[in-house]
């Protein structure tokens, strides 16, 4: 199916184990981004991929890893997840400046 | 100060009516501006962007810029009860395509 995927949906690990958030996406976009979604905070930018093997520090990248090895893949590690890393997490991606399309999102609950 | 300001809401507005949703800006030198729509437990989807100074409409939905006043807004006339959703803001700030989103205004459409 053509489009941005998440996966998984929903999530749930424990404190300090490392865990994978899996985003492909379809349409050769160039760029691809990771949001957190928080209540009170809003979506803020974790990482970001100008193309493969191009990655950058958004706002809150602490604890997190990213890699681009294809275009169409981006996923998002969390190395040891603490429970300040519960939330709902929005991969997205863009071509130019023509806005982001984002997948369904990956709700994480770090118990 | 948050870059990208929007007063929280709710805002309640009658089926029918037109639906004022503000958002403000801190840096001057922004490009590019975008409002998604956020449904309950979904993702956010485009629904308007805007890059010159003035109103640009779309069916329903009117953006309005003023970067002289770094202010943007989108007009919802004959607001439906479907409407009733989170409104988020997204500003170009930094280049390279990332885009900071304001927390968003919560808009209800009542019969």
């Known amino acids: 199916d053509a489009g941005i995927t998440q996966s998984p949906r929903y999530k749930i690990t424990e404190t300090g184990r490392q865990v994978t958030l899996m985003c492909h996406q379809t349409?050769?976009?160039?760029?691809m981004f990771w949001y957190r979604q928080d209540l009170g905070h809003g979506l803020r930018l974790i990482y970001y991929?100008?193309?493969?093997?191009?990655?950058d520090k958004g706002e809150v990248p602490d604890g997190y890893v990213v890699s681009r090895s294809k275009t169409e893949n981006f996923p998002l590690t969390l190395e040891s997840a603490t429970r300040s890393q519960t939330s709902v997490y929005f991969c997205?991606?863009?071509?130019?400046?023509?806005?982001?399309?984002f997948g369904s999102g990956t709700r994480l609950t770090v118990v | 100060q948050k870059e990208v300001e929007q007063n929280s809401g709710p805002l309640s507005v009658p089926e029918g009516a037109i639906a004022s949703l503000n958002c403000t800006y801190s840096?001057?030198?922004?490009?590019?501006f975008f409002w998604y729509r956020q449904y309950s437990g979904k993702s956010p989807e485009l629904i308007m962007f805007?890059?010159?100074?003035g109103d640009k409409e779309d069916g329903r939905f009117t953006a309005q810029l003023n970067k002289a006043s770094q202010y943007v807004s989108l007009l919802i006339r004959d607001s439906q009860p479907s409407d009733s959703a989170t409104y988020l803001c997204?500003?170009?700030?930094?280049?390279?395509?990332?885009?900071?989103f304001g927390t968003g205004t919560q808009l209800k459409v009542e019969l």
């Open positions: 805007i890059y010159s100074n």
């Open positions: 997204a500003v170009n700030t930094g280049g390279g395509n990332k885009l900071t």
């Open positions: 997205a991606s863009s071509e130019l400046d023509y806005g982001y399309t």
């Open positions: 840096d001057r030198g922004s490009q590019s």
């Open positions: 349409w050769s976009h160039s760029y």
């Open positions: 991929s100008a193309a493969a093997d191009i990655t």
